[in-house]
């Protein structure tokens, strides 16, 4: 039972669906060419650039990643400065037993994936403000732990001194690959996961948990999906952050302001929506190189303009773009085209979901 | 003794925690909402008082005068500019909204206040450091018994508030029922408002408290948040009286864990947080898996 069988309903009107137009296909191969274009970048920018890119893809990653739990899966967490702090953490405990510092940044981002198993059997049975509030618990709780080791020194922090082995220019360049290699295959997979039945099931379960576990959408095992895959993202770009920082304080990465940027980033630019994510990234890069020597007053900024937004434009810029023109940039979604010349539906970006998505029964 | 003293401490400032938490429980019990600019409201009143005192020598308990009736007033206003039009935006919208606010918050008193830290202590003359003797070893603070009994009367005076005042009974009804309670002439949003001004005036007392008991800076606002959450998810979230248990649990394991190491205090707290939630998974499987063998042997 697709969404086929609804043209059944409306008499004489077949409707198709679609997910790829000619504007869809368009934009993704455009994507896919500035990400080409990208992979050059340390062969003709300057150190500067490079450094700044760098960063630019790891405000991407957090702002994805966020957008992944939060705006799809509806699991919103003030608590994800746990996986940042705990993916440069284990990097600087992988170098320090000897691991090559590069594998040691993905390997750690892999442990943080791991650990967030665990703890997502507590936390995915907290609802709402409950889970909000409890993963900021979890990230107070890792901060104190990883201060309890004493190649860390409390809150003195550590260096991943191992990176010192390379020139200042080709550290620079590794770093922008991996970041650009790590931003590209987490982009990859959000975009693929969404498009795929597990996409369906977590929108399902945004939308109504209740209704997608009366229709068979496993909710608990879908919702450990994207939890573990945001720990996982986090933690990359925690790691990558100490690769660009070189210096470890426990209290920098353990910071609630890491959560307040992906916030701001994920509501500006567009909550649920992928493009929406990618937008407010660049937006807060943007603010950030222009008002970031603001101090107190460029976070009172950020944080007005979140609430701002969460009151009057709670879909973000993309959101609002979106509604007006029905552009739809990356094809992660359906729509329904009325075969009688009508267009498409004007908030069909998830008109059809298909139901079937989970399967059997659900459990827990 | 020195463990049963420590225990004594950790009962007392499981008052200050249940004093914090009340709030938050009585918000999450009546509008489901879970205001994440709580703790920065907390500290924002500190400050007042603070202000009040240092600056005009006015007495942090008549302080309390002026901040209370005012922590009212912006608890309406706090629900009708931004918690009601939140809600409207399902469950996620406050979470986001009263995020922004906390940063908002804590950044402005920042920008106000720099960054020393400060306390009441100096203004309340010896009650700061006063205590009754009971043992050798064991001694109470008359200030952290102060706390304590304000919390329990508190906590009782909701209660009761709740239970036979006319607004009580108007905010138990739209906590059940939002839109049928307009059907019975109750304007569900004046409820609400007035709901969110009285948790701003407990809000406002657990303030005065942290002033005065302790340290503060502009960024206090996050783990006092933290502890009332914990405190109240100890509890139960909404039970009243349950957050008064929610905050001596959290107390005690604190001031244990502190004996035991000296990270161990926040340490324990957190500990204690997660092995309740755990517990609480165990009981919900276990009870799941009787009624299932009951079910099949009917």
Redesign the interface.
Known sequence: MGPHSTGTHRMRTAITVERWTPLSIASVALAVAVLIGLAFGPLVLGANAVDELTTLFIYVILAVMWNALAGYGGLVSVGQQAFFGLGAYAAVRLADFGVGVYPALVLGALLVGLVSLPISAFMLRLKAGEFAIGMWVVAELAHLLVNLDSLVQGETGTSLIALNAYAAETRHALTYWVALGAMTALLGTVFALLRSRVGAAIQAIRDNEEAADAVGVRVLRTKRIVFVLAAFGAGMAGALWLATAISFQPKTYFSVQWTAYMIFMVLVGGLGTFEGAILGAVIFFAIEAWFGSAGVWYLVGLGATALVFALFLPRGLWGVLESRTGWRLLPVGYRLRFSDGGSPLPHGRTASVPVHAGGSTSQG | MIWLNQIVQGVLLGGYYALIACGLSFM?GVMR??N?AHGSLAVLAAYVLWLLADRYEISPFLGLGLVLPAMAALGWVLQRA?LE??AR?G???????T??????ID??L??QFGADTRSLAPYIDTLSYDSWTITDDIYVGELAALIFATAVVLLGGLQLFLSFTPLGRAIRATAEDPDTVGLVGIDARTVNAAATAIAMVTVGLAGGALAMRATFDPYAG?PQ??FA??AA?IGG?GSLWGTLLGGIVLGVAQTIGAQISP?GF??AG??V??AV??A??WRGRIADWVRIRRGRIA
């Not at chain 2, 469950?91 to 909204?97: A, C, D, F, M, T």
């Not at chain 2, 995020?99 to 908002?104: E, K, R, S, T």
């Open positions: 999450f909402v879970i994440l931004v039009r939140s935006g469950l996620l919208v406050p979470i986001l909204s995020f922004g606010l906390a940063i908002v950044n402005l920042f920008e996050a948040l933290i959450f914990e998810v979230a990270q926040l340490i957190h500990a947080f997660l939630l755990f609480r998974l």
